[in-house]
């Protein structure tokens, strides 16, 4: 007899028919994209969605980002029940107003003290550039996001990991954390003479049914949307 599975909604229209009903409970998913590929908008709709729609507590790690800039983000793209979720602690954002104040070792303990006190079920760590800051040697650097993912998986916690992708589609190059993750979501920005178009393109997914068709999404009020039946005309043949 199948066991049955409730996969983790992603919050984002359309993303979750892609991956077959959400992501696979106690993942780590890496997101990664160019500048302006709606990579940060796609982790804050996933922390979003899990407070006000599944009961779920949400950690947003912003660390380019202040209190302030992240609920005013949150505003801009329609999440209007951002700043009442953080208000009754269903959201906890822990953001450069936090890390200014701390040092490497408080910062670190800091989070899975936040993890342990708000009993967060989801993660956004954005970007991944959290532990090139504080380990600039690439093995500890390793080293320590391979922990910091078992913590997250033995307390069942599913997490987005934000990465910046400097290369362009087709031409991205592969990292580490793409073997090191349990799943690698790519957002990407695809030219057709002078038009440029968002894609969504899943790649690598553990434990878990999922479509690698790549597919065109949009964003606007609301945040991001998929559309799972199309074909990106920029790719079209």
Sequence with gaps: MAQHIDYVSTGVPGADTILNGGIYPGSAVLVSGPPGSGKSIFGMQFVYAGARDHGEGGLIVAIEETDRSLSEYAGSIGLEAWDSLVEKGAITMMTDDYFARTDLPG?????????????????VIDPMNLFKYYFPQDVDRRRYLLKFIRILKRRGITSLIISEAMGVFPNMPLTEEMYMTDGNISLFLSRSGNNVERCFWVTKMRRQAFSMKIVPMGIGRGGIEVFPDAVPYSLGE
């Design 107 to 123: 910062s670190l303990e800091g989070i899975m003290e936040v993890l342990g006190r708000t009993e967060a079920r989801r993660m």
